[in-house]
């Protein structure tokens, strides 16, 4: 069970890291700057928030297919 946990979150936090790259380019090139910025409008869990969506639709689609699986033999 432990180790299913932390699959699941490494999943997260891949795509969180993602999501961040993408949605945010500079990211990459002065990532204090990005983290002050966000300091400064404290929108802390938008993030969280953007990547629990993705999460979720992806887990979707991973149980679909898993229960196609499981119907197909």
């Not at 993705?54 to 689609?61: A, E, H, S, T």
Request: charged residues 20%; contains cysteine.
């Amino acid at each position: 069970m432990i180790k299913k946990i932390k699959i699941e979150l490494i999943y997260f936090c891949v795509i969180l890291l993602i999501l961040a790259v993408l949605q945010h380019s500079d990211l990459l090139h002065s990532p204090l700057q990005r983290a002050n910025l966000m300091m400064e409008k404290e929108n802390y869990f938008h993030p969280l928030l953007w990547t629990s969506v993705v999460y979720v639709v992806v887990g979707f689609f991973r149980l679909v297919v898993i229960l196609f699986r499981k119907i197909r033999g």
